[in-house]
């Protein structure tokens, strides 16, 4: 099973993986653009074939939620259960709030500031594209079989994503 995630929604410190079923696939070389001619010309293909690889070897992925990532997942998927995780529109406020203060506690460590600096870019696009991302988000919901066999609005800031995660897969 893969769940496509909207940014600033996992983090190794809300999912604790003690059956070591989960793997997350998260980038920091994605740089959160439309325009994917701006990375390797085989990073997208590299990076959705280990996703659907480790989902197809029965492990529960977690991957980025990208235009690109959504589309290229959805589209070779075979027999995969593919989900969504993203905040409802409600939540715009809530979301970025909570994503700035994560950005804010991270370390300056030398070991950590690749993380900071990839986060950094995510919390700068939501704060730039959430509406339209999540609109488009979902617009393919609407579509369900097609795109998601589940799609999941979170509506409250209080979330478990690990419980989420957890009914997806039953």
Not at 21 to 28: G, V, Y
Not at 80 to 105: A, G, Q, Y
Not at 154 to 166: A, H, R, T
Request: charged share 30%.
């Amino acid at each position: 099973m893969i769940i496509l995630v909207y940014p600033g929604l996992v983090s190794g410190k809300n999912i604790k993986n003690k059956d070591k079923k989960l793997k997350a696939w998260i980038s920091s070389k994605f740089w959160w653009t439309t325009d994917i001619s701006e990375h390797n010309n085989t990073y997208l293909y590299d990076y959705c074939s280990a996703v659907l690889f480790d989902s197809e070897d029965g492990h529960t992925v977690i991957a980025e939620a990208q235009p690109q990532v959504r589309e290229y997942i959805c589209a070779n998927r075979g027999n995969e259960k593919v989900c969504i995780i993203f905040p409802s529109l409600e939540m715009k406020d809530k979301h970025i709030e909570r994503m700035k203060n994560i950005w804010e506690n991270m370390s300056d460590d030398i070991l950590t500031l690749p993380q900071k600096d990839y986060y950094y870019r995510a919390l700068k696009h939501v704060e730039e594209n959430f509406d339209y991302d999540i609109r488009a988000i979902m617009y393919e919901s609407s579509y369900n079989r097609k795109w998601y066999d589940i799609a999941y609005a979170i509506k409250d800031e209080n979330f478990d994503i690990e419980k989420i995660i957890k009914e997806m897969e039953e």
